[in-house]
């Protein structure tokens, strides 16, 4: 038993530290000037203002239309769910680029649903609902199998009883099955912002300006190389750090997680 825990300790300690040696070395080798002076760039702060705001934006649209479909999926059996789970994966296996034309080619100004709603106002190419509707699309999967995971862990018999006592099924899911699971998708509406946050491929089709973040971090690599560059990274990486350990905390409350 020793020797099973040892071996486990060390193959855990290299992939932690596989995964935490380029951020910090990304941290400690930035040039402290420019990372001062990029911490008051007027175009950096409004570019993560916007690449939160707009993933933020993302993730409650989902958690409204998401959680239903996994409610479903956790709850019901009929014709072609498994055809149904697989589109909602979709978007995993599907190359971002890929899908940031596929979007463009139904929400552009010219073709189909993006001609129609232009003509009520409602643009997705050049605008902030673009970069949501990109960072939606690629991570809704996140967010809807999670919640559908939290679904599947509430014993039904739990609603028949609360069905039985006269609760209407309204009463039942958000007085029982919401309640016993909200932590589970909690965390899936956290991966998904997190997602939304690093999304780069679809966005860039679609929305290129007003730029996020990971395609300013872009811009500037492209123009003026990785010294400039690795300051934005280094704060949208320490900026993310400190909201999702917060927010990692808040989800594990009761559980003893932190």
Not at 229 to 244: E, K, N, Q
Request: include cysteine.
């Amino acid at each position: 038993m020793k020797g099973f825990n040892r071996v486990f300790s060390l193959v855990s300690v290299v992939f932690v530290l596989l995964l935490l040696i380029p951020v910090v070395n990304l941290v400690v080798t930035a040039d402290p000037a420019l990372l001062r002076d990029t911490v008051t760039d007027a175009q950096v702060l409004s570019s993560i203002a916007l690449t939160l705001r707009a993933a933020l934006w993302a993730t409650a649209v989902c958690v409204v239309l998401g959680i239903p479909v996994a409610y479903i999926l956790a709850r019901r059996d009929f014709p072609g769910k498994s055809i149904v789970q697989g589109i909602i994966d979709l978007p995993v296996m599907i190359p971002h680029t890929a899908m940031g034309i596929a979007l463009l080619m139904v929400y552009g100004r010219k073709f189909m649903l993006g001609s129609f709603l232009g003509k009520l106002g409602l643009f997705f190419v050049g605008t902030e609902a673009g970069i949501s509707l990109a960072m939606a699309y690629v991570s809704l999967p996140l967010l809807v199998n999670s919640a559908r995971d939290a679904f599947l862990a509430v014993d039904p018999k739990l609603e028949s009883v609360a069905r039985t006592l006269g609760a209407s099924a309204w009463q039942t899911f958000f007085r029982i099955t919401l309640p016993l699971s909200w932590r589970t998708i909690l965390s899936g509406a956290i991966m998904m912002w997190a997602r939304g946050i690093s999304e780069f491929g679809a966005v860039v089709i679609l929305t290129y300006h007003p730029m996020i973040t990971p395609i300013l971090i872009w811009d500037r690599f492209q123009s003026y190389g990785l010294k400039y560059a690795s300051p934005v990274a280094v704060i949208l990486i320490l900026l993310c750090l400190v909201i999702f350990a917060c927010l990692r905390w808040i989800s594990g409350r009761g559980r003893g997680a932190f």
